[in-house]
């Protein structure tokens, strides 16, 4: 009874969400029937591809599955910064159609996540929480960026546990001194011997 409820919710909100971009769905309506094992980590979440392209949770064994996704719990953070680094930690075993068109959805798929706010809590607040979420990431970005770049300043300016690029500079260019020096110096002695 649980389970059946927990069911119907998440399929339900996977149907609100791919709703919010329909395109998604046309892209998965000619796999209507697939199963996929959708592995988070030890957790397997079974999909099925609805006769309308929408993906359901459904009750399977994942050796049935058609397509197997395994994303490993270390790629989830890395979704929020860089997602193309999180794509490739992804393994995605089975159906090769199937597993192109998931490829190409969690590459391009962005819901809409105001318009699904805006059904619960009305147009003008969900408006208002989504320019507060959007301008939170922003200045998690730009503090983010900022702080990595303090960092890399201390450790080259402050600490000296990097060195600075004209310090690396006048060390090659020193090193090629000493280079051209030793070849005149071996030049010199193979004309004296």
């Not at 060390?171 to 002695?189: G, I, K, P, T, Y």
């Amino acid at each position: 009874m649980v389970t059946d409820t927990l069911q119907k919710l998440l399929s339900d909100g996977l149907r609100h969400l791919m709703s919010t971009a329909p395109w998604a769905a046309l892209r998965l309506k000619p796999f209507a029937g697939c199963e996929i094992a959708l592995n988070l980590g030890e957790v397997m979440i079974p999909l099925t591809v609805d006769p309308d392209g929408f993906l359901v949770v459904s009750p399977m064994r994942p050796e049935r599955a058609d397509l197997s996704i395994q994303i490993p719990l270390n790629a989830l953070p890395l979704l929020l910064t860089d997602q193309t680094a999180a794509l490739r930690r992804f393994q995605l075993e089975g159906n090769s159609g199937l597993a192109a068109e998931i490829g190409f959805l969690a590459k391009n798929f962005r819901p809409d996540l105001e318009e699904l706010l805006s059904r619960v809590v009305g147009d003008l607040l969900a408006h208002r929480v989504a320019q507060t979420v959007r301008s939170g990431q922003a200045w998690a970005q730009d503090s983010l960026r900022r702080l990595s770049e303090s960092m890399a300043e201390y450790a080259t300016e402050e600490a000296r546990l990097i060195a600075s690029h004209s310090s690396l500079h006048l060390f090659a260019s020193e090193v090629e001194r000493l280079a051209q020096d030793v070849q005149r110096l071996e030049q010199r002695m193979a004309r004296r011997t």
